[in-house]
C-alpha cells in the first residue's frame, strides 16, 4: 500500500554529526537492505566504536520476525503467500511486525562495553521514541518492555541484540499502515505485554495519522532527528 503523502528521497543520504553521535537519514529500497545496512553498522560499530542513530523508511509491504520467531506460529502462511508478502528474520528479539511504507523506523548502533543493562538500553530507545513524537505534539509513555504507548494504544515496538562487541538497538513508529492487511497475515502474538489485554492488531495498535499528524515523511523524519540532537546534547 502506497501513501502518498508519505513520499520520501529514498535512499537519500543526509547525515550530520552532534558530538560523537552521528544521525543520518537514509533508506535503502526494500526491508531487506535496511536491515542488512542495520546490522553492518553494528558490526563496524564493535571495530570502531562509532555511534549512529540511522533513520529509515518500510517500502512494500513485509513481515520482519524476530530472531526467535517462527513463520508457522507468527504468520498466516498461505495468506502471506497469496498476497505475495515476503518474510524476513532479524537479529534482534522481538515480536513479528508488518513492515510498509508508513513505517518509520530508527536503528541506534554503538560499541558494548559488556555492562550495559538491557532494560536501561530499550528505556534510552523509549525516550528516544518519546521525545520524537512529543516533537510532533504527541504525549506518550513507555511501556511493557519495549513499547511506546499513546494511552492504551501501542505505537512503537523496540528490539535490540548485544553481537560483535556491539548494541543494536531499533524500533518502529507507526505512521501510517493498513490494518485490515496486518490482521491478515499476522497471528495473535504468542506473548503479549499486560496491558495489550487481549486485543486485537486494530483495536491495540494506533497511527500518527490517526492522532492527527499530517506531515510529510521528510518533516516527521527531521522530528525525531531533532529529537536524537537533543537527548545527545542532554
Given amino acids: ?9 529514498s535512499r537519500a543520504r543526509l ?11 537514509w533508506s535503502e529500497p526494500t526491508v ?5 545496512v542495520d546490522e553492518q553498522l553494528a558490526r563496524c560499530a564493535g ?11 518500510g517500502s512494500k509491504p513485509t513481515v520482519v520476525m524476530g530472531c526467535g520467531d517462527k513463520p508457522d506460529t507468527s504468520l498466516n502462511i498461505d495468506e502471506c503467500e497469496k498476497r505475495g508478502i515476503g518474510w524476513v528474520k532479524r537479529v534482534t528479539g522481538g515480536g513479528t ?12 548502533t554503538a560499541s558494548d562495553p559488556g555492562c550495559l543493562d538491557i532494560r536501561k538500553t530499550f528505556e534510552q ?5 518519546t521525545s520524537g513524537l512529543a516533537q510532533l505534539g504527541i504525549e506518550s509513555w513507555h511501556c511493557g518492555i519495549s513499547d511506546v504507548a499513546v494511552g492504551d494504544r501501542k505505537i512503537s515496538g523496540n528490539a535490540q541484540a548485544r553481537k560483535w562487541r556491539s548494541i543494536l538497538l531499533h524500533g518502529t513508529v507507526l505512521v501510517d499502515i ?6 491478515a497475515v499476522l497471528k495473535h502474538p504468542a506473548k503479549e505485554p499486560d496491558y495489550r489485554q487481549r486485543r486485537d492488531h486494530r483495536e491495540f495498535m494506533v497511527t500518527l495519522r490517526e492522532l492527527g499528524v499530517t506531515l510529510c515523511a521528510v518533516d516527521i523524519e527531521a522530528a525525531f532527528a531533532q529529537a536524537a540532537v537533543a537527548l545527545s546534547q542532554a
Fill in 32 to 36: 531487506e537492505m535496511n536491515l542488512a
Fill in 1 to 9: 500500500m502506497q501513501h502518498p503523502s508519505l513520499d520520501q528521497p
Fill in 178 to 183: 493498513g490494518f485490515d492487511l496486518m490482521e
Fill in 47 to 57: 571495530e570502531t566504536g562509532r555511534r549512529i542513530l540511522r533513520l529509515w523508511w
Fill in 15 to 25: 547525515m550530520c554529526s552532534h558530538g560523537d553521535l552521528e544521525v543520518i537519514r
Fill in 97 to 108: 511486525v508488518l513492515q510498509t511504507s508508513g513505517v518509520l523506523n530508527y536503528s541506534y
Fill in 125 to 129: 530507545g523509549a525516550d528516544f521514541v
